[in-house]
């Protein structure tokens, strides 16, 4: 986040929102509290729901602490919502076998070479 700083976004919470574009006040309100957790989860941080209260209080200027109950169980299902859509990143496929291929050195007439008739 640029100056103004806003309430509730330390400096980790402010390099995160940073990285996935939302620099300004005016960015996050654009965005709102779900999609801009949910675009810091995508981009592979792990906040947790704190970040997502803290940004509904920055963006009502309140303490995340005063972010009414109700409210706060909104912003919860509706995050809880949006990053089930999100792929799990322990959950990728092992990688394939792995092949090695040994070439011969040039020179020693181990490995096959082109003819030099030029086809």
Do not use: K
């Not at 509706?78 to 090695?100: H, Y």
């Not at 050195?105 to 082109?114: H, K, R, V």
């Amino acid at each position: 986040m640029t100056t103004p700083r806003l309430r509730n976004i330390g400096p980790r919470s402010a390099a995160w929102l940073r990285q996935v574009g939302l620099r300004t006040r005016e960015d996050l309100a654009a965005a709102g509290a779900v999609e801009a957790f949910v675009r810091v989860r995508r981009a592979g941080f792990r906040p947790s729901l704190n970040l997502l209260y803290s940004i509904e209080g920055a963006l009502l200027d309140c303490h995340w602490q005063d972010v009414p109950e109700a409210r706060r169980l909104q912003l919860t299902e509706a995050a809880e919502a949006a990053t089930a859509q999100l792929p799990d990143p322990r959950a990728r496929t092992a990688a394939g076998p792995v092949t090695t291929t040994v070439h011969a050195a040039a020179g020693t007439g181990d490995a096959a070479t082109p003819d030099d008739s030029g086809r």
